[in-house]
């Protein structure tokens, strides 16, 4: 199939002419009827399968042959990033260069000037808004803004704006927009809360799944079984012998990354925590300073699984085995981009194995366990079968206890390394 088969105006036809879309992605080839058609649509696609085009495309058309208010917003479309917002700006700058449609992008982290354009913009009604849910909150409280022409409601990354905390943001937004609207939804991954989103916002939606991807072969997999109080042991290890550069160290909690980014500072290493309580000024110095070479080690929460697009990443290291599957590729495939090698390690703990056993059954392979060396002591087995039926029942609480100190040597020698451990871990002990 081509682009030449979806009955686009030929300004738009144009446009891809120019930007040289021939072949539609899967996800564009499945989402783009049902968008021209006017139906509520959820899509499950990973970042990298070209779902920006598969909505800004249809929504484009939509807006050049239907009847829609002038001098109003027409369509909005958010993003839980200002990184996503502007790659969202750049397509849509070009994919509406030959198309008199306007759209201005709403985000923060820059001057005064642009805050003047971003109010203009919604107070005079540009065509579409491409926003953050902050930022926009922001002009809706400070401004009187004109919703009432809005037709047109995408959701980008809906995942990471719940992950984020940006629910209750959505909400009051949603809240102010017409309800006889057409409701897009896209999310990597499709949990119970992305679903009852979907259940509250949009109206008898059809619901496109697009396959989970599995990593190129050139990302060299590997994990550690371990005890949770090894893991930090491991990470020191692995860098007392060569030198860490370009690596990302993905938690799952931004209190875990604030602590260990902090600790391996104290251990002499240059590492900087990523997380979305930093203010965009912060992650944007932060960026920089990893692009730059200026720090070794990003230590940072799933925010930058799915944004960061540096091409020479050498090693990705899971902290915790990720929930779910789609979130462990897409933190791994921040390495061995533009036909690199690259490595990925897992830190497996006891009640993560059955998770990581998903994985593995997802990749179809069994993922290389290195074992641990006798400084740091001795590991669990790996039985991710019985693990979990040990976390799944209360009755088994004593023999896990036991289970994890019997035969198990102390990897901890020295008091400064018992310290980092309590001090990492004292906060978490949900």
């Excluded at 001057?111 to 849910?133: E, R, Y």
């Excluded at 409601?153 to 959505?170: H, K, N, P, V, Y």
């Excluded at 079984?225 to 491991?234: D, G």
Aim: one cysteine or more.
């Amino acid at each position: 199939m081509t682009f030449d088969e979806f009955p686009f105006s030929e300004a738009l036809k144009e446009g891809l002419q120019a930007m040289n879309f021939e072949q539609p992605t899967p996800v564009q080839e499945q989402t783009i009827p049902i968008i021209l058609a006017h139906n509520d649509v959820i899509s499950c696609a990973q970042t990298g399968t070209g779902k920006t085009a598969a909505f800004l495309l249809p929504l484009l058309h939509n807006l050049l042959t239907d009847n829609h208010a002038e001098n109003k917003i027409n369509a909005i479309i958010m993003a839980p990033t200002r990184e996503l917002a502007q790659q969202i700006d750049q397509q849509m700058e070009g994919f509406s260069y030959f198309v008199p449609i306007s759209s201005v992008a709403v985000y923060g982290g820059n001057d005064s000037q642009a805050w003047d354009v971003q109010k203009n913009g919604l107070t005079k009604g540009a065509d579409v808004v491409i926003a953050t849910p902050g930022r926009l909150l922001s002009h809706i409280n400070l401004s009187k803004i004109d919703f009432s022409g809005i037709k047109y409601l995408i959701l980008d990354e809906a995942d990471r704006m719940l992950d984020m905390g940006f629910f209750d943001d959505i909400m009051r937004i949603v809240k102010l927009l017409p309800t006889d609207r057409q409701t897009i939804m896209f999310s990597a991954t499709m949990p119970e809360k992305i679903r009852q989103l979907a259940k509250t916002i949009l109206k008898s939606p059809q619901e496109i799944k697009i396959a989970v991807a599995r990593p190129p072969d050139s990302i060299m997999q590997s994990a550690y079984i371990c005890y949770e109080n090894q893991k930090l042991q491991i990470i020191k290890e692995l860098f007392s012998t060569q030198e860490p550069n370009r690596v990302i160290i993905f938690a799952g909690k931004k209190q875990r990354v604030r602590e260990l980014a902090l600790i391996l500072k104290k251990n002499g290493l240059s590492a900087e925590a990523m997380h979305s309580d930093l203010e965009q000024r912060q992650r944007d110095d932060v960026m920089l300073k990893f692009r730059n070479g200026r720090i070794n080690i990003l230590v940072a929460t799933d925010i930058v699984a799915r944004g960061i697009d540096i091409d020479d990443i050498t090693l990705i290291i899971n902290y915790e085995v990720p929930r779910e599957v789609e979130d462990y590729v897409h933190r791994i495939g921040r390495t061995a981009r533009a036909e690199a090698q690259g490595m990925a390690i897992t830190l497996v703990d006891e009640k993560e194995q059955f998770r990581f056993k998903r994985i593995e059954d997802f990749l179809g392979k069994t993922i290389y366990k290195i074992p641990l060396s006798p400084q740091i002591g001795a590991a669990p087995a790996y039985d991710p079968k019985v693990q979990r039926e040990k976390t799944a029942h209360p009755k088994f609480k004593n023999h896990k206890h036991s289970s994890r100190n019997k035969g198990k040597s102390e990897p901890r020698t020295q008091n400064k390394k018992r310290d980092d451990k309590q001090h990492l871990h004292q906060k978490h002990a949900d």
